[in-house]
């Protein structure tokens, strides 16, 4: 009876509260914050939490907060749920009332509907705990700075997971029809790192190439060797790739320079090769380079891992959303090349990334994240705050001593 009662208590507050969140959120999408910038967004989250009687911490750098809702063990909650707070800086060209009111700075990736999702559920946990209490403590992040990246480093450096023993998070997903939730176990998101490479040698004049490194002719080698090497040297299906977007070498046609450049970026969608990657372009470029008898030097910039979505917290949430969406608004997930930073969430604790469909039923009205015209159909608010607030629910009764007993006993036998 408690599925049943889970659900109707879900719907009585929405009932009283959607209206209001669709106004936050309306409110935050014509008021988007760029990384770091999010003042406004925090103090608005800030007051509601607070005058719904919850204590929320602002984190040290002055944008975005930590809120608990119910009792946990003295050390913290060991169950956590992540929004993200900012915008991107790009126009908002859609024609609605809410449309963004800050010149070049759009909720163009949805993060005003995770941050209301979370907020909605912060509200339904307190509302709930007030009542009947809560299986234990659950801790509500919301995160500055995901687009930038980094938000999740300092979530992590300010000690926000140390209690932490489960993290979940979703994101809109436009290609997902309303009600639905995409899941997948193991990776949901791809790794973008950077890579530059600098390449010197003694310059001279082209008619005598052979008293010189010939430069340009060794970055064309690199330029084309790498790529097509690291297609042998790691496994085809981690899809590691490099891609050169900027070389630049030289001034003069007969004027061998001494300096040269390549950029590019490194996309990976397996973790355990994304780990390998700087050491082994490292490797490539030193055997290409001193083949051709210049020195090369090698800036790799780390951007986010690939997300992987851990299974026993996978599966918590899916039945969570079973419980209070339906069955069948479960839906499995691609792997996504784009990049997320809960990832670095994933790194050190299990948890896992869902997608909230946000694409209203029927045919036309296609849009993708980070579109100048990206919306949502609102109606996904409420099914975020009704997955999340199962989801946090179902995990805590997971943890509990006398689940992880039964789990144990399952396993021994
Ligand atoms: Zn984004
Ligand atoms: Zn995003």
């Not at 049943?4 to 936050?24: Q, V, Y």
């Not at 355990?272 to 083949?291: C, F, M, R, T, Y």
Request: hydrophobic share 45%.
């Amino acid at each position: 009876m408690m599925e049943l009662d889970l659900r109707e208590e879900l719907a009585e507050f929405l009932a009283a509260r959607e209206a209001e969140l669709i106004a936050f959120r309306r409110d935050l999408h014509a008021h988007p914050e760029t990384g770091y910038r999010e003042y406004r967004t925090t103090s608005q989250i800030l007051r509601r939490l607070t005058s719904a009687g919850l204590r929320p911490v602002t984190l040290p750098k002055g944008t975005g907060l930590v809120v608990d809702v119910g009792d946990g063990p003295a050390g913290g909650p060991a169950v956590a749920l992540r929004a993200d707070l900012d915008a991107l800086p790009m126009p908002d060209e859609k024609n609605v009332p809410y449309r963004s009111t800050v010149p070049n700075a759009c909720h163009a990736c949805g993060h005003d509907v995770h941050t209301t999702v979370l907020l909605g559920t912060a509200l339904f946990l307190a509302a709930r705990a007030a009542v009947q209490g809560l299986p234990g403590g659950v801790r509500l992040i919301f995160q500055p700075a995901e687009e930038v990246p980094g938000g999740a480093l300092d979530v992590m450096a300010a000690g926000s997971i140390t209690s932490v023993e489960r993290i979940f998070a979703l994101h809109c997903d436009p290609s997902l029809d309303v009600g639905k939730v995409g899941t997948r176990t193991g990776p949901i998101t791809g790794a973008c790192d950077k890579i530059r490479v600098k390449v010197s040698g003694l310059g001279g004049h082209t008619a005598r190439p052979h008293l010189t490194a010939d430069l340009v002719f060794a970055l064309g080698k690199i330029v084309t060797e790498l790529p097509a090497a690291l297609s042998r040297r790691v496994d085809p299906r981690s899809s590691l790739s490099l891609v050169w977007g900027e070389v630049s070498a030289g001034l003069a046609a007969n004027a061998i320079p001494e300096e040269g450049y390549a950029a590019g970026t490194v996309r990976c969608l397996d973790e355990q090769v994304w780990h390998q990657a700087p050491a082994l372009l490292e490797d490539l470029v030193d055997s290409v380079a001193s083949s051709y008898g210049v020195a090369a030097e090698i800036e790799y910039t780390r951007g986010v891992p690939p997300a992987v979505n851990e299974p026993a917290s996978t599966a918590i949430l899916e039945a969570a959303a079973a419980q209070v969406l339906g069955p069948d608004a479960l839906s499995p997930a691609p792997q996504s090349l784009g990049a997320e930073d809960f990832a670095w969430y994933l790194e050190s604790i299990p948890g896992t990334l869902a997608r909230l469909g946000t694409r209203t039923p029927g045919p036309g009205g296609h849009c993708d994240l980070h579109q100048a015209t990206f919306d949502v159909d609102e109606r996904a608010i409420g099914v975020g705050v009704r997955l999340m607030a199962a989801t946090a629910l179902a995990a805590l009764r997971a943890g509990e001593p006398a689940a992880s007993d039964r789990l144990a006993a399952v396993a021994h036998a």
